[in-house]
């Protein structure tokens, strides 16, 4: 069992704060393992009672029953029998609860769902409530508002290099190795490869598709499902956009599907934390542009999956993985490009923009980042230094290598740092 330290903390941060901790991230990321267990255990080794616990799993067939709101909050109340003692509330996977017609009211619009419940237990001053929650549409504003200001989200994500390097029998190199191609599914760490493969298919087609095929009642369509996410797995790391690829339909599988259609369903993958889409963001001028974006998947080994483990590019693997943890420490992530003017082969002034690979805010503190293999050959490396070198302003500009490599600065005061050393080492980002 891994410790999650950097989510445990935030768990201990916020007990007893008077908000509902909502737990969110992709199913089997180990939020169960992480609220149930070691947080769970981090309660009773400070002198909390096992009964002053109350656990609920609701993606269980045998708590099938709690999905209903009204007996989800009945059988919480009926286990709060001492108003004296403090009560910690763990309900995981809540959004199987249904939204309901209000039984007690004579209006077909009157509803009841888990928003109601959650609502109604924060009024009892002797509990702490603790939800997981594996679709991002549960954190949407509306029920965001509904909850009145009155929840903190707590992102999860796969193991991250840091967490799998500390675990990982073998040196880094070959943490590293393993890590992009198998990820960092907890639950396929200590399997053996072949293991690994087929366990994160199955994740793919019989946990993740089918669950967004019956969330959104989608009929018939698991293969345009299937075909999408094999197609932004292709084009990880390289802008899309749903007509570009309504066109790869067309050309290629002979399927007309409409633009709108394929962007509803990427929605269904983001709500879903499968991927996450980056917008383009010009530098120099401030502001997001394009209708082009680039997606990253939430776990390389489940990327990798949709191609039986055949087409694993570690380069744009090791971009998605830098994105991923960029995201995981909490940072404001786009994909950054700088215009600048120049002259084509007759004369002519022409505009150009190069490609900064990651824009990172945190509060008032900025960073460009730059992903490559190697940077031995000099024009090579002034070809990805370039960029950087054209940012009119003062924030520090770091250059992300494939191999080993100790941080140094150039003479351009740039960053030059490993890719192992980069992610397990968080202070270089301070």
């Known amino acids: 069992m891994f410790p999650r330290k950097q989510y445990i903390d935030k768990m201990i941060a916020k007990k007893g704060n008077g908000r509902v901790k909502i737990i969110t991230g992709i199913r089997r990321c180990g939020k169960t393992t992480l609220l149930f267990q070691l947080y769970k255990n981090h309660l009773l080794e400070t002198g909390i009672g096992e009964s002053s616990i109350i656990t609920l799993a609701l993606d269980t067939l045998e708590n099938a029953k709690y ?43 009157a509803r009841i769902n888990f928003v109601d419940v959650v609502l109604g237990l924060m009024q009892l001053d002797n509990l702490d409530i603790y939800v997981t929650g594996s679709n991002s549409r549960m954190l949407s504003s509306d029920i965001l508002s509904q909850f009145r200001d009155r929840g903190d989200e ?77 197609l932004l797995g292709s084009n990880v790391g390289l802008l899309t956009n749903p007509n570009k690829l309504a066109i790869a339909f067309k050309n ?54 949709l191609f039986d483990f055949r087409q694993v590019d570690e380069t744009y693997m090791r971009e998605n993985i830098l994105y991923h943890d960029l995201i995981r420490r909490e940072m404001d992530v786009a994909m950054g490009f700088v215009e600048y003017n ?17 824009v990172v805010n945190k509060g008032n503190k900025r960073f460009y980042i730059q992903s490559v293999s190697d940077i031995a050959d000099p024009e090579k490396r002034e070809q990805v230094i370039s960029p950087l070198k054209k940012i009119p302003d003062s ?6 290598v494939r191999d080993y490599l100790n941080p140094w600065q150039d003479e351009n005061g740039i960053l030059y740092v490993g890719i192992e050393q980069f992610l397990t080492n968080e202070s270089l980002l301070r």
């Not at 193991?159 to 393993?178: N, T």
């Not at 907890?186 to 298919?201: G, V």
């Not at 082009?292 to 990798?304: E, Q, T, V």
């Not at 120049?342 to 990651?358: C, H, M, P, S, Y």
Request: aromatic share 14%; charged share 30%.
């Open 67 to 109: 999905r209903n709101p009204i007996e989800l909050d009945k059988f919480i109340r009926n286990r709060i029998t001492d108003s004296r003692c403090k009560y910690y509330v763990f309900i995981d996977e809540i959004q199987f609860v249904l939204d309901i017609q209000n039984p007690y009211v004579d209006d077909p619009d």
């Open 154 to 230: 707590i992102r999860i994500f796969p193991l991250s290099f840091a967490e799998f390097s500390d675990a990982y029998k073998g040196d880094m190199r070959g943490a590293w190795q393993d890590y992009s191609t198998y990820g960092g599914m907890p639950l396929a760490i200590n399997l053996e490869p072949e293991e690994k493969c087929r366990y994160l298919k199955l994740l793919l087609e019989r946990t993740y598709l089918k669950d967004l095929l019956e969330r959104h009642d989608i009929k018939n369509k698991t293969d345009i499902l299937s075909i999408l996410l094999s």
């Open 252 to 305: 290629k599988w002979q399927i007309s599907v409409a633009s709108d259609t394929l962007e509803k369903y990427i929605d269904y993958f983001e709500e879903a934390y499968l991927v996450r889409k980056v917008m383009r963001y010009d530098i120099k001028g401030r502001k997001y542009v394009g209708a082009s974006a680039k997606y990253y998947f939430i776990d390389p080994g489940l990327r990798n999956a």
């Open 342 to 358: 120049t002259k084509d082969a007759e004369g002519k002034k022409i505009r150009q923009q190069l490609e900064v690979n990651f």
């Open 395 to 400: 924030f520090p500009k770091i250059v992300v």
